[in-house]
């Protein structure tokens, strides 16, 4: 005789946790998101990361809750606002001294990178617009920066400096302010950041720090610092009346274009996931 479906009790720990659960990753997941837009690029860590913050700070505050406030059960608004209260302000906690951390790095020093020399994570560059040849403003000069900054995004980060020659002599950004409405720095960083906009996309273009430094004699340059993305960077370009998306990455001291199979081949290899690339919220191959 089959037994009813009464002689099998419910369980209202399991039913708890199990709709506790979802509902505990979805409030992290928002307030990772809500602290990733506060805080923009000074927060390096990933969601992933910021997630899992919020999923102990939600952990912690029912802890609190059952241990301190007598008569508290799962459901009740009292638990439910310090659980939330207390994910909130480990994440903020968090966040705010990444960011602050992050926010009082210095850049490494112009005139020790320049001394150093080139390499396949520094690279130096005359100027960012203006051709020296040519004595014009030319387009192809601004491409060459955007293929720079995106090689760098790509493989595993690296300084591009703007003001530079090959042999690591600062010659300054004089002929670049030259080519803008307002010849400073602040306008120069703004037009920067519009042109690898437009040929990489916003969230690229967010990534690389910028910064201005003093190397010989007083000479500005432009110091372009990149982090290795989490994600693949294209560059875009006009070709043919149409436009073009290229993989670019850093081969030895230089950058090259990824053909298609060689592209599909990296990418697959450098973003390859892994449980410790998720809970870092960083790139596995970076």
């Not at 992050?102 to 150093?116: C, H, I, N, Q, Y």
């Not at 592209?263 to 790139?283: C, E, I, T």
């Amino acid at each position: 005789m089959p037994l009813a479906a009464s002689s099998f009790p419910a369980s209202p720990s399991l039913v708890d946790f199990a709709v506790a659960l979802p509902v505990v990753l979805l409030v992290a997941y928002g307030i990772a998101m809500l602290l990733r837009r506060l805080f923009g690029e000074r927060l390096s860590l990933g969601t992933a990361t910021m997630t899992l913050i919020g999923v102990l700070g939600v952990s912690a505050g029912a802890l609190i809750s059952g241990l301190f406030i007598p008569g508290q059960r799962l459901w009740m608004p009292s638990t439910l606002l310090l659980a939330t209260g207390a994910s909130l302000g480990l994440s903020f906690l968090v966040a705010g001294a990444v960011a602050a951390v992050r926010g009082t790095s210095t850049m490494p020093d112009a005139a020790a990178v320049l001394a150093a020399g080139e390499s396949e994570r520094r690279e130096f560059k005359e100027t960012a617009r203006w051709n020296v040849r040519e004595s014009r403003k030319d387009p192809r000069m601004e491409l060459a920066v955007a293929k720079t900054v995106a090689a760098f995004l790509n493989s595993r980060g690296g300084l591009l400096v703007i003001g530079a020659n090959d042999a690591g002599e600062a010659v300054g950004l004089e002929r670049d302010l030259q080519t803008l409405r307002t010849p400073d720095h602040d306008r120069f960083e703004l037009w920067l950041r519009d042109m690898l906009s437009t040929s990489l996309g916003r969230n690229a273009a967010a990534l690389p720090r910028i910064r201005f430094g003093t190397a010989g004699d007083g000479v500005v340059v432009c110091l372009v610092q990149c982090r290795p993305s989490g994600k693949p960077v294209f560059v875009t370009q006009p070709k043919d009346g149409g436009s073009t998306r290229e993989l670019w990455v850093r081969v030895g001291n230089s950058s090259r274009a990824l053909g298609v199979d060689e592209a599909v081949d990296y990418v697959a290899r450098h973003w390859r996931p892994s449980v410790a690339s998720f809970v870092l919220g960083r790139p596995s191959g970076a």
